[in-house]
């Protein structure tokens, strides 16, 4: 009989693989690497994320790794802009690259009359490796629109950028750095090579990490997270083969997980934490009852699909946060006892300083 998980033992085993139970004094690199990247089309958000992770976080940690092309930050995931190992990103680009080519014909596709997705792409890889330095997006599309005069630019655009694995260069991605995006190719930005791994055995690799970062898990919060589909039937073999346990939730939810990992007590404290907006600890997760009441996660829904930083509060979500220019505001979701409400203004105070001591480091070089 399957072990059965209480929601207090769900949520603990979550935080303590995620390190949000105790920061931890780890390579940057390796955090990344063990939550399988971190969701970044808001440029900044990884910086955060790892700063509620990592102990004595200094984003210019990330600076250095992004200038030195080991993290990129490129479309991965559900066709979002993820901070990965570049060594990761190629294979994982390579596996869910079928994905996003389906995403790209559907929403841009389809509103070409005449361009061929091939032959936009010919003619970006034309322009990208004309140059050795980054292509800006504008150059990119009003190339692409001075081939193809009468396509919507926004359109021909995107199907360049979904169909190839394009860098997002720094400086765009930096901590409190500016610029538009602009592209290279992934092997031409961190050097030509083959995947680490293809087919199943990356579905299966995909797999092991995601469990490893977020386990116990459903088929669906893996399916939700990846972007792809018809995962259950590996995902069984992988139980078959011992190489993955069955448990079940607190909702009668199967769970899967690896095999030898440990699972909480369910009553280890769970610090406040300020996660970051888009962190796929909420964002992307078909299990996301472990952390968040489901009334208080719909109601931050936007038409826009933005979403603020996240405080977790015994575990579980109770507030948000949000940059501002001047600093940070927290808005609570539900009353919070005096108690609780010091330990949250304690942490948002640290991300608060976070951003002034960038302000203050960039006025400095500036009078230099």
């Known amino acids: 009989m399957a072990r059965a998980l209480t929601l207090e033992q769900w949520n603990r085993t979550l935080l303590a693989r995620q390190?949000?139970?105790?920061r931890v004094d780890d390579d940057?690199?390796?955090?990344?690497?063990r939550l399988v990247g971190l969701q970044s089309q808001d440029p900044q958000a990884a910086f955060?994320?790892?700063?509620?992770?990592?102990?004595?976080?200094?984003?210019?940690?990330?600076?250095?790794?992004?200038?030195?092309?080991?993290?990129?930050?490129?479309?991965?995931?559900?066709?979002?802009?993820?901070?990965?190992?570049?060594?990761?990103?190629?294979?994982?680009?390579?596996?869910?690259?079928?994905?996003?080519?389906?995403?790209?014909a559907t929403n841009h596709g389809k509103?070409?009359?005449?361009?061929?997705?091939?032959?936009?792409?010919?003619?970006?890889?034309?322009?990208?490796?004309?140059?050795?330095?980054?292509?800006?997006?504008?150059?990119?599309?009003?190339?692409?629109v001075q081939r193809w005069p009468d396509e919507p630019a926004t359109d021909l655009a995107a199907v360049?950028?979904?169909?190839?694995?394009?860098?997002?260069?720094?400086?765009r991605g930096l901590w409190r750095a500016s610029g538009a995006p602009a592209y290279r190719l992934l092997d031409d930005w961190i050097g030509p090579g083959?995947?680490?791994?293809?087919?199943?055995?990356?579905?299966?690799?995909?797999?092991?990490?995601?469990?490893?970062?977020?386990?116990?898990?459903?088929?669906?919060?893996?399916?939700?997270?990846s972007g792809l589909t018809g995962l259950g039937p590996l995902i069984a073999a992988m139980e078959a083969d011992w190489e993955l346990v069955e448990l079940t939730g607190p909702g009668g939810e199967k769970l899967y997980d690896l095999e030898g990992l440990p699972i909480a007590s369910g009553d280890e404290p769970a610090p406040v934490r300020c996660v970051a907006p888009y962190d796929n600890l909420l964002v992307?997760?078909?299990?996301?009852?472990?952390?968040?009441?489901?009334?208080?996660?719909?109601?931050?829904?936007?038409?826009?699909g933005r979403f603020p930083g996240f405080v977790l509060v015994d575990g579980r979500l109770a507030a948000t946060w949000a940059p501002?220019?001047?600093?940070?505001?927290?808005?609570?979701?539900?009353?919070?006892?005096?108690?609780?409400?010091?330990?949250?203004?304690?942490?948002?105070?640290?991300?608060?300083?976070?951003?002034?001591?960038?302000?203050?480091?960039?006025?400095?070089?500036?009078?230099?």
């Open 19 to 22: 390190h949000l139970l105790e």
């Open 28 to 33: 940057v690199m390796e955090v990344v690497d």
């Open 48 to 104: 955060y994320g790892l700063a509620c992770r990592v102990q004595d976080f200094d984003p210019a940690d990330v600076d250095d790794l992004l200038i030195g092309r080991e993290l990129v930050r490129m479309t991965l995931q559900r066709g979002t802009v993820f901070l990965m190992d570049g060594l990761d990103a190629r294979w994982v680009r390579a596996l869910v690259q079928p994905s996003i080519d389906a995403a790209a």
């Open 111 to 144: 509103k070409l009359r005449a361009a061929t997705a091939a032959e936009i792409v010919d003619c970006a890889v034309e322009l990208l490796t004309a140059t050795d330095e980054p292509v800006r997006g504008s150059t990119l599309r009003d190339a692409l």
């Open 160 to 171: 360049a950028r979904w169909r190839l694995p394009l860098v997002q260069t720094p400086p």
């Open 194 to 225: 083959e995947p680490a791994v293809t087919g199943d055995e990356a579905r299966r690799d995909l797999v092991r990490l995601y469990l490893r970062g977020f386990g116990p898990a459903t088929v669906n919060a893996v399916q939700t997270w």
């Open 284 to 304: 992307a997760n078909a299990d996301r009852v472990r952390v968040a009441d489901p009334g208080l996660y719909t109601a931050l829904a936007t038409p826009n």
């Open 324 to 368: 501002t220019k001047d600093g940070v505001t927290l808005t609570e979701l539900r009353d919070l006892t005096s108690a609780e409400r010091s330990d949250v203004e304690r942490e948002v105070s640290a991300v608060r300083e976070m951003r002034v001591a960038a302000t203050r480091r960039s006025e400095d070089c500036e009078r230099r």
